[in-house]
């Protein structure tokens, strides 16, 4: 007895338990009950140790997985790691050891420390995808998509870091520069491997109104798809005799196009150059606009540049001849990586009109007085009658719209057209540390995919992992050569490795049945356990990592080996933690470490704090006076299991006949219970849930003294700490089994979770505060549910608030239900 709360003694002793008895895995016949729920955290990336935002991810996850399993649910919460990619890598560039080494010392700290933090995790599930038997399934899946055409390989100009010897992919590129290593990027032709996501654009938008995903995350979505209808419309350049179609939303303004711009990677740009005088001055450009992110050209207030290319074509609505430029605010990637330009109405095209001293012509009449335009008002984003476009002017912009297309389509000039911003995914890498693609190449039967049976192809061992412009895997020259699987004569291995998205595109099924020798999964298993239930993770993934598994579930349910079309049917995004206001990161020394704070105050109080800091999907700020704040709390509610064990066992405290202060903390303890399970409903609310223990815990403490005395007071104390207990248990595992086993015998994961008395909800107490013209006079105790009347009385039957009413007129009388009551007098 009496002994401090002292974590390092109670959390082993679960840890251990959890882990001999495998509490947490759940056979799959699991997921034949309609109550199933698979619960998925983004696995992680295992480099180093786990940090804050781990803590965080897996601790928002394991409440919820805790929450679910005492509803009835049977909840599947697996754990991997997501073990490809550059961090170990480039450490093995550095130190020559197998990549393999510090991954696996990486993933043997982040196991530790799950433990340690008592995850609620079926650790039976559990794999790396840089493990041959899982890869395997991966190189299986690039086949499957290989087979049917969406996996295939082109020529493509690609981002070139020359420092790392590697592709990039766009977002890796940050203001023209290498995100990893800040060298200067490139764009270098290559063939490379991409998959034609492209194909399932239409599904990919669609399909997002039948999940239930943040909204803000579906618009990630949406926009990076970036779908829109308009037409496609023939230039042609009648010198070279080349068509150019432009893909443009509004064709109504096909007659004011006064020039044309084309892309810098535009692979003609040499090509039309030639032979005009322009050419060096089109080279010179061209290779400073490359070095220039998107998002730099995109912008609309980047003062317009370009340089003319000698050469003109023709507008097919009136056969004029216009000037063509190339200039970087026309991106390759949209479109067709050539626009019209209309001045009028577009203001980028207007900027590099004013800058090139081109004309500028209003073919849509608007009576839109809008600032910042000319004196014309120009451009003119507006609707309104056509004018300066032959047979179609007086007609509205909008009805010409499609006259226009039709007599477009009608002169094979043009025809209506859906363009996308996403892209074909390019999963190629010259990289050593990731998986290989299974392909060989023939000299006579050229490009063969190796043979399910000849699958995984391993990863051959090699010296040197540095890539010198190629992969490294083209060093490993025994590995490379190889035989034709069709026709048996040499043949040589693929060298590129596969993008680590890749792997983590699936991982989720594979959960399901990992040590299948036989399949990728078992289809009974994808079956029922999927969709994912509740997916969480960070932010930062919202675009990529849920575009790129959305697009593999729809094209495997394609193969016909899933039946869901979509992965995820929850998603919860968390925001980061920062720290004095910033973002944690090992250069401004702002880092937490949750090792540290786990071994000084308990993995518990860690988890509790990181849960209690605000809702989860916002970003909070730690602070170290918030993490004793919690441990205090717990102790107290140690202390207070401490103080009861040993009294009102036994006695039924749910009885009628209690009344008064053991009355009101019953009353407290139904109260918190209803609030937390309403708080867990509507979904992650979790600060207000240990708020609300919080408020039973001192309740608890104010009450006990006095409630001790008889029997069923002390019953009453020794509920409201379980309760405490079986409530803060899915945040600090190890303190609510210990105190539920103290006080209530068994195992609190096993119980159902509580159901608040109704009765007693009602009967709730609150503390009101009196004032008098706005001052604190007294506070007062009332029902929850107290109509203002009642409360009005309450107020005024109080001794200290009559001493300031006495002689005096009370000219308003304000209630606020369960805050205050204010008395205006004069
Ligand atoms: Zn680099
Ligand atoms: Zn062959």
Redesign the pocket.
């Given at each position: 007895m009496d002994e401090r709360y002292d974590p390092s003694k109670i959390e082993p002793k679960w840890q251990k338990l959890w882990a001999d008895e495998h509490t947490w895995e759940v056979p799959n016949e699991a997921a034949l009950d309609a109550n199933k729920s698979y619960v998925l955290v983004m696995l992680p990336y295992p480099s180093g140790e786990p940090h804050i935002g781990h803590l965080k991810v897996y601790s928002v996850g394991d409440a919820i997985a805790h929450y679910r399993r005492r509803i009835g649910q049977k909840v599947l919460n697996p754990m991997g790691y997501d073990a490809f990619g550059l961090p170990a890598e480039n450490h093995a560039i550095k130190t020559g050891q197998h990549p393999r080494v510090s991954t696996d010392e990486a993933i043997a700290s982040f196991q530790r420390q799950f433990r340690e933090w008592g995850i609620s995790i079926d650790w039976s599930r559990e794999f790396g995808t840089h493990e041959p038997r899982y890869y395997r399934w991966t190189q299986w899946i690039f086949l499957q998509l290989y087979e049917r055409g969406l996996a295939y390989r082109k020529d493509a100009a690609v981002k070139w870091?020359p420092?790392?010897q590697?592709v990039?992919a766009n977002e890796q590129v940050i203001d023209g520069r290498?995100?990893?290593?800040?060298?200067e990027?490139e764009v270098k032709q290559l063939e490379q491997w991409f998959f034609r996501i492209t194909d399932y654009a239409d599904r990919l938008l669609d399909d997002l109104d039948t999940i239930e995903w943040p909204e803000h995350v579906k618009t990630m979505q949406r926009n990076w798809i970036g779908r829109s209808e308009g037409a496609e419309v023939t230039f042609t350049c009648e010198e070279l005799g080349i068509d150019y179609p432009v893909f443009t939303t509004r064709p109504d303004t096909l007659f004011g196009a006064t020039f044309f711009v084309m892309a810098p990677e535009h692979p003609d740009i040499e090509r039309l150059a030639a032979g005009t005088g322009h050419e060096a001055e089109v080279r010179a450009y061209v290779n400073r606009a490359l070095n220039e992110s998107a998002e730099e050209r995109g912008d609309i207030d980047k003062e317009k540049t370009g340089v003319p290319l000698g050469r003109t074509v023709t507008n097919p609505v009136n056969g004029e001849q216009i000037p063509m430029f190339v200039a970087d605010y026309v991106l390759m990637e949209y479109g067709t990586g050539a626009i019209m330009a209309v001045p009028g109405h577009d203001e980028r095209d207007y900027a590099f009109a004013k800058a090139f001293d081109l004309p500028i012509r209003r073919v849509i009449e608007g009576s839109d007085e809008e600032s910042g335009r000319d004196e014309e008002g120009l451009p003119y984003p507006g609707d309104g009658p056509m004018t300066g476009s032959g047979r179609f002017d007086g007609k509205g912009n909008r009805e010409a719209y499609a006259e226009i297309v039709a007599w477009l389509a009608e002169e094979g000039r043009g025809e209506t057209a859906v363009n996308y911003r996403l892209r074909d995914w390019l999963v190629s890498r010259q990289r050593y540390w990731g998986a290989p693609i299974p392909i060989v190449y023939c000299e006579q039967c050229g490009m063969v995919p190796v043979p399910d049976e000849q699958l995984p192809v391993e990863l051959p061992e090699i010296d040197d992992y540095a890539p010198q412009g190629k992969s490294p895997l083209a060093a490993a020259e025994d590995w490379v050569a190889t035989e034709c699987p069709k026709c048996g004569e040499p043949a040589r291995r693929e060298t590129d490795t596969m993008d680590t998205f890749v792997d983590s595109s699936w991982y989720f099924v594979r959960y399901l049945d990992p040590s299948n020798t036989e399949a990728a999964w078992d289809a009974t298993a994808a079956t029922h356990w999927l969709p994912v239930d509740q997916y969480i993770g960070g932010v930062e993934h919202a675009i990529l990592h849920l575009m790129y598994a959305r697009f593999f579930t729809k094209a495997l349910a394609d193969v016909g080996v899933l039946d869901v079309q979509e992965p995820f049917a929850n998603l919860f995004a968390q925001g980061m933690i920062t720290r004095d206001g910033a973002k944690m990161s090992k250069s401004r020394g702002n880092t937490v470490s949750p090792a540290e704070y786990v071994e000084r105050y308990g993995a518990d109080t860690a988890r509790t704090y990181i849960c209690f800091m605000g809702p989860p999907e916002r970003d909070a700020d730690w602070a170290d006076e918030g993490v004793e704040g919690v441990n205090r709390f717990l102790s107290r509610l140690w202390r207070l299991c401490e103080e009861v064990e040993g009294r009102g066992a036994g006695v039924d405290v749910t009885a009628p006949e209690l009344d008064g202060d053991a009355r009101a903390l019953l009353a407290k303890a139904h109260w918190a219970i209803d609030k937390v399970t309403r708080d867990f409903q509507r979904g992650f609310q979790f600060n207000t849930v240990i708020a609300a223990v919080m408020e039973l815990v001192n309740d608890a403490y104010r009450f006990k003294d006095g409630l001790y005395g008889d029997p069923e007071g002390a019953a009453t104390v020794r509920f409201a700490a379980a309760t405490a207990a079986s409530l803060i248990f899915p945040f600090a595992p190890h303190l609510g089994a210990e105190i539920w086993e103290r006080l209530q015998g068994g195992r609190v994961w096993e119980q159902p979770w509580p159901e608040a008395d109704p009765a007693l909800l009602s009967s709730e107490t609150v503390t009101l505060v009196v004032q008098v013209n706005g001052k604190l006079r007294d506070r007062i105790e009332a029902a929850a549910d107290a109509p203002k009347d009642e409360l009005l009385r309450l107020a005024h039957a109080s001794e200290k608030v009559s001493r300031f009413l006495d002689g005096k007129e009370v000219v308003k009388e304000i209630v606020v239900p369960g805050k205050l009551v204010n008395l205006v007098v004069r």
């Open positions: 870091c420092n790392d590697t990039l290498c995100e990893r290593c800040g060298h990027v």
